[in-house]
Structure formats: C-alpha cells, structure tokens
C-alpha cells in the first residue's frame, strides 16, 4: 500500500521556525520526485517546493525562497521541509506528494503527481 504521512506541523508565531517531514512507503522512493503544495483556507492549492529523485534538483516557489529548504533522505524514504522565518501568509495545510521521473518539476502542476499524502496544518500567528 502506497503511503506518504505528513508530520511536524503545528502553531508557532510569526518569525518561527517548523521542519515538515514526508515519510514514504509502498512504493520505490528513489525513482519519484517529491513536492510540497499547501492549501489555505478559501485559497486554491499551490506548490512550495520540490526535490528530484536524486536531490540534485531543488524547485521553490517565489514567496518561500530564500526560507524554505528542501532535502531528502532516501536511506529513511523520507522528505524534509524547513521552514523557516515564517509568516502568517504561510498558514495552510501542507501536503508531500510524488511524481514519477520525467515529471515536469519546476511548474508544480499537480497531473504529474501520483501520491498524495493526508497534508499536515501549519498555522502562523501574527
């Protein structure tokens, strides 16, 4: 059974730090790219970030980079997300999903990904 589980969101404030993880199983993890996309309330889903199979490509959207870093482990089967000097405009709840190699990354267009996890809530008080 494909799983990925979300973890380690929570409430901090504004100027916090949080480290998501991604823990994959079901499926050879090695052979997927992983992104973040987050959804906030009465806003349509968006991507955040994304990590080749490798770790050797890394994509951000605008408004986190130069904050957020992805990284992954593929001996734990597991993505990372930190996160850091977050804002109130960063609460939503965030989901890890993986594509296949060959996936076109750097647009975040969610057709090319075919795992999604339950998402974990991330809120940011002001």
């Known amino acids: 059974e494909v799983q990925l589980v979300e973890s380690g969101g929570g409430l901090v404030q504004a100027g916090g730090s949080l480290r998501l993880s991604c823990a994959a199983s079901?499926?050879?993890?090695?052979?997927?790219?992983i992104g973040w996309f987050r959804q906030a309330p009465g806003k349509e889903r968006e991507g955040v970030s994304c990590i080749s199979s490798s770790g050797g490509r890394t994509y951000y959207v605008d408004s986190v980079k130069g904050r957020f870093t992805i990284s992954r482990d593929n001996a734990k089967n597991t993505v990372y997300l930190q996160m850091n000097n977050l804002t109130p405009e960063d609460t939503a709840f965030y989901y890890c999903?993986?594509?296949?190699?060959?996936?076109?990354?750097?647009?975040?267009?969610?057709?090319?990904?075919?795992?999604w996890g339950q998402g974990t809530q991330v809120i940011v008080s002001s």
């Open positions: 079901g499926f050879t993890f090695d052979d997927y790219a």
């Open positions: 999903a993986a594509a296949p190699r060959g996936a076109e990354l750097g647009t975040f267009a969610s057709l090319w990904y075919d795992y």
